[in-house]
């Protein structure tokens, strides 16, 4: 079985960063698109940024700019460098691995930015 687990969430102030860390342990192989999500209370789930395995990236245009994707392929990891945080940030931050073509979901990691 694979597991991915996140973390580096935390309660920051406006302004902050945050660097959010999401590894993938157990039977791993190929790993093809890795991404970020958030879901704030009430809300859906909605996509932060995304890495293709050849280091393509997205970002949804909220972000653009002050959060930064990138994976460690060696380490089966998968970062999110957040800068200039806003209070509408706040959620819960999932990361979503593709391995093969099975997606795969962490728990998620708590940010809450005060303002």
């Known amino acids: 079985q694979v597991q991915l687990v996140e973390s580096g969430g935390g309660l920051v102030q406006a302004g902050s960063s945050l660097r959010l860390s999401c590894r993938a342990s157990?039977?791993?192989?190929?790993?093809?698109?890795m991404g970020w999500y958030r879901q704030a209370p009430g809300k859906q789930r909605d996509l932060v940024a995304s890495?293709?395995?050849?280091?393509?990236?997205n970002y949804v245009d909220s972000v653009k700019g002050r959060f930064t994707i990138s994976r460690d392929n060696a380490r089966n990891t998968v970062y999110l460098q957040m800068n200039s945080l806003k209070p509408a940030a706040t959620a819960v931050y999932l990361c979503n691995m593709v391995l093969g073509s099975v997606a795969r979901w962490g728990p998620g990691t708590l940010v809450t930015v005060s303002s």
């Open positions: 890495i293709t395995s050849d280091d393509r990236t």
């Open positions: 157990g039977r791993v192989f190929s790993i093809n698109t």
